[in-house]
């Protein structure tokens, strides 16, 4: 099939202090999210004088694709648009309307499946054509990208670097800490056509990561960022129980890889390198933050190889993947459905 454009589609994030309040509340807008929890994260947000990273990520994100698909000779315009935050996803499907683009590929800032890292941003797209009319383009997702060597290698090097700043001679109680944003159990239980998708495919990636970056090393993959009202179950141990627990337990080090995320935004500069470190202080443990693949080569050249999946004849048959759980391009009706409310 023929695509007239990409477009790059992410969370969105404030970029002045005023804009905190207004953000966070178009990201938990009839998802039970209580006041005080939303106040304790604007002052994270506050904290880093009311920018969160991930916009100015998109565009360094947005600016190498464009260069990579430069170089390679890909004649497809790049626009961005976002979920919670300008550029808003329906004045980015509105443009791409009065430019003429019949035909656009979404390339979507999150490896995995689940309702918030899949189906809600399908509805994103949903919504944002719907605003603009019948003359809005034809959106098509890009397939998750959780096992996919661009994605994977990245991930590994930043542990095999971050590995190299703890002290070798405690390798052997030394530990990897892979996370990801925790999600409700009902969710997680919703994601992908079978159910439990998310956690699944987390699995796998921090299987992958490890075995290139340090099979000798025991690791565990736990959540952090829990949102929601307490009474809700979500996905734990959370990484902050995790690091006490394994300090109790003898280990020394530990590398903290957040395997869940592609760029370092305020959940990793907050959650892990506020909140985490100062746990893993209190504890006793060495601690290393991996980085995430951000602008890596790889991983822009990723987005790429995906684009050619979906328009070069065969090129579904030219996957480049790691793993083994069952992958598609486009979702069937019953993946990922929104958790019901409690
Ligand atoms: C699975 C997942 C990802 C990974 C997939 C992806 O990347 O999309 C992710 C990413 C992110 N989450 C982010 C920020 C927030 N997430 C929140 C709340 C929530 N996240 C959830 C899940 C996820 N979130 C869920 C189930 C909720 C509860 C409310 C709801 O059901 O929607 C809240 C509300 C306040 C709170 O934390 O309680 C905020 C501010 C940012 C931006 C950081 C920045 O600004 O740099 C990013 C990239
Ligand atoms: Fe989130």
């Given at each position: ?155 590994a090097?930043?542990v095999r670097?971050?590995l ?7 390798r052997?109680?030394t530990r990897l ?29 921090a299987r992958l990561v490890r075995a290139a970056a340090a099979p000798d090393l025991p690791y ?123």
């Amino acid at each position: 099939m023929a695509y007239d454009a990409l477009v790059l589609v992410s969370f969105g994030g404030p970029e002045r202090p005023e804009d905190v309040l207004p953000f966070l509340q178009n990201v938990t807008r009839g998802r039970g999210v209580p006041p005080e929890r939303l106040a304790e994260v604007a002052e994270h947000y506050q904290h880093f004088g009311g920018v969160s990273p991930i916009n100015q990520q998109c565009r360094d994100l947005l600016a190498a694709i464009r260069a990579d698909f430069a170089a390679h000779g890909v004649d497809l315009p790049v626009y961005w648009g976002n979920r919670n935050w300008h550029p808003m996803l329906a004045d980015t499907v509105a443009q791409l309307r009065d430019d003429g683009v019949r035909t656009a590929l979404a390339f979507v800032t999150s490896a995995y499946g689940g309702y918030s890292s899949c189906r809600q941003y399908q509805e994103d797209i949903a919504r944002a054509r719907a605003a603009v009319g019948p003359d809005a383009p034809v959106i098509d997702k890009l397939r998750q990208f959780w096992d996919h060597p661009g994605f994977v290698e990245p991930h590994a090097d930043a542990v095999r670097a971050a590995l190299a700043q703890l002290d070798p001679a405690r390798r052997a109680t030394t530990r990897l800490v892979f996370t990801a944003h925790s999600i409700p159990t009902s969710m997680a239980a919703n994601a992908g056509p079978h159910g439990n998708r998310y956690p699944a495919q987390l699995a796998e990636t921090a299987r992958l990561v490890r075995a290139a970056a340090a099979p000798d090393l025991p690791y565990d993959l736990v959540w952090q960022s829990r949102s929601g009202p307490p009474h809700v179950p979500w996905l734990e141990p959370d990484v902050n129980d995790h690091l006490a627990a394994l300090a109790e337990a003898g280990t020394t080090s530990v590398v903290v890889s957040p395997i869940g995320f592609v760029s370092d935004h305020l959940e990793v500069v907050w959650d892990l390198d506020t909140e985490a470190l100062e746990t893993a202080k209190r504890v006793g443990l060495d601690f290393v933050r991996a980085a995430t693949p951000g602008t890596d080569p790889r991983f822009v050249a990723m987005v790429r190889e995906l684009v050619a999946e979906r328009t070069e004849p065969g090129g579904e048959r030219r996957r480049r993947r790691l793993g083994e759980l069952p992958l598609w391009d486009t979702c069937p009706a019953v993946c990922c459905v929104p958790a019901r409310r409690p």
